[in-house]
Structure formats: structure tokens, C-alpha cells
DNA sequence: ATTCTGACCTGATTGC
DNA sequence: TGCAATCAGGTCAGAA
């Protein structure tokens, strides 16, 4: 699914089709994606003034005056601007149709989520999906966050791409991302989280930071369902440097990538520079 | 308390 | 060609 970099890009791509939009319609073609559709969208939001739209870890949030609408792409999510007259394919689960046209998500596995945080239970930060949420890696210094890191993971047995999947320190990186920048910081996947130096929680940090922004420069990386908000696919993957690359060259030593298995995920490495 | 596994879904690809 | 097994960008709930 959409990583930061894609949510990022999703966001980016729909906020100048937004400015000053009201809600026209709130359609539903499923019940639930991973949870229920709340039944009262239509009734909280109908004829509402868009305010804006942001985005937390991979979540997006378009915010009204009564509340905020909060979208997750789970794996499979694309979240596209069409106009009216687009027609509805399989998958298309939602619109949210505002005056000049519609935010629409597709999303095959259904591992999405459309949810609703009135403002009358608080600033949307407390909404309880949020609690457990790390520091945003774009948005936070290398300091803080290389400090953050340190400190979350002392004692920790975990290994450190489980940590950075978790996104209970920082969030945004997904199992490409992940992947990528351990890579760009040479610290082996496996690699216990509490044995990490200070010295190389920082070299991580700033590599996540700079893949992220590097994936963000190319528009996200579209594997399989993954598309922009104009329908235009982003290629961050073909840059990658160890991402579903098993048994090719490391394109920075002459060692050859490999794959293990790490929580039932596929992790990629080089065992030529990643220690 | 921390860590790991199973579950949620559909669809594309792989291998016999 | 057909069919079954495997894999895929996430993350929560519950078990170890």
C-alpha cells in the first residue's frame, strides 16, 4: 500500500481541487472496509464548507467545521479526483462528491478505512487511532527524531526494521521504505533496536528522511494498485536500491541482494554493506 | 510488558 | 489450459 510517500503525494495532488468546495453528496457502495462506513456521514457533512485537507502518518484528513472525515488506503487504497460524469468501476467504494467533482476511493482488498472524529470529542490527535502514533519524520528535526529512536528502543529485543514498521517512534515508513532506508544507512534488517548506537540511530534517521523526501520527488512508488490523485503513476521503484530486488546487484556494492522473512513480511537487503 | 501470529480481503503471478 | 499455492505497499486484536 501507500507508504508516506504516496499518502503525501494523494495529499498534494487533491488540495488544489479542494479550496473553497462544499459537500454535495456522501455515497457508500460497501457497509464497511476494514470497520463500517459511519452511517451519518451524509447527515454530519451534506452542504458542508471542505476546510481543509491533512495527513497523519498515512492517514488523511479532510476537515469540516463539524469534525474531520479520516481516510486510511489500507494496502490496496487509491484515492483519485474525477469528475461527475467518471464512470463507477469494481472496488469503488467511496465518493465524496463536492461541487466541482469527487474524491473517490478504490480499494480492492478493502484493508481501508473511512472513519469520523467530531470536533465535540476533541482536536482530531485524540482520536484513539492516533494515540499509539510515533513523530512525523518529515515534519520533526534529525535531532528529535534520532533522539526519539535512541531513547524508544533502549532495552528493546526487537529487530529494527520491525521498529520502524511499527510506527510507534516514527511513523510513515511501509515495507519498501523500510527496507530502503536500513539500506541507505548500511544497518542490517535484523539488527536488535536496543543494540543500536546513538551514532547509527542518527545515520537511520537521516536516511529515512531522505528516502522518504526522495520517493516524495518522484511521486511514490506504483506497484500494484497504487495511483496518484491525477491517475498518473509515481516511480520511486525503479530507483529502488534493495526493494524487491532478490538476487540482482546491490547498486552500491558488488554484493547481491537477498530476502528473508521478518514477521511475515519480505525484507531486502545487501549482506555486502548492511551490518 | 513485549513480541509475534493470525486475520481481514481481492487479484496477479508462479508452478505443477 | 487449468487449478492451487503463494505473494502483495497495513495494522489491529489477541495469543504467546
Known sequence: MPELPEVETVRRGLAPHLAACKVRAVVARVPALRWPIPSELATLIS???????????????????????????????????VDCEEPVRKHDHFDLVLDHGIVRLHDPRRFGAVL????????????????????EPLETSTALLAKRLFEGTRGRHRSIKAVLLAGELIVGAGNIYACESLHRARIHPASRAGRLSSARCQRLVVALQETLEEALRRGGSSLRDFVGSDGVNGHYQHEALVYDREGLACRRCAGTVRRIVQQQRSTYYCPGCQH
Do not use: D, N, T
Open 47 to 81: 452542504g458542508a464548507a471542505l476546510q481543509g485537507l491533512s495527513r497523519r502518518g498515512k492517514y488523511l484528513l479532510f476537515e469540516f467545521p463539524a469534525g474531520w472525515l479520516i481516510v486510511h488506503l489500507g494496502m490496496s487504497g487509491s484515492l483519485r479526483w
Open 116 to 135: 469520523w472524529h467530531a470536533r465535540a470529542a476533541g482536536p482530531v490527535a485524540h482520536h484513539a487511532l492516533f494515540a499509539g502514533l510515533g513523530l
